[in-house]
């Protein structure tokens, strides 16, 4: 039987490149999500209580399409996860402060 467009994109493999440091990751502790009509754009940030001080570490921006089947993929994986190790405990949120990035 000869093979849908679809199969032969899925055989495809992408080999991606990264640096040591982004292979190594960075810890963040908070997250803001914003967007409009065509994007949403997540930064991931560390701050510290004190002094009050924070780092941005990364701003994604991804279109909403994207970001869909980007939640579905963690909720799979959190999925997963809680049915190998237990309930996750959710985080208590930070307090509110204000927050400006420059």
Do not use: W
């Amino acid at each position: 039987m000869a093979e849908s467009k679809s199969q032969k994109a899925q055989q495809v493999k992408i080999k991606i490149q990264a640096d040591e440091e982004t292979k190594s990751g960075v810890y963040c502790n908070t997250t803001f999500v914003r967007f409009t009509h065509e994007e949403f754009v997540a930064d991931f940030m560390y701050i510290l209580a004190q002094p009050p001080y924070g780092k941005l570490h990364s701003r994604i921006v991804m279109s909403p399409g994207h970001i869909k089947r980007f939640a579905k993929m963690l909720n799979q994986n959190i999925a997963h996860f809680e049915k190998q190790f237990g309930p996750i405990k959710e985080a208590a949120a930070p307090p509110q402060k204000d927050v400006i990035i420059n």
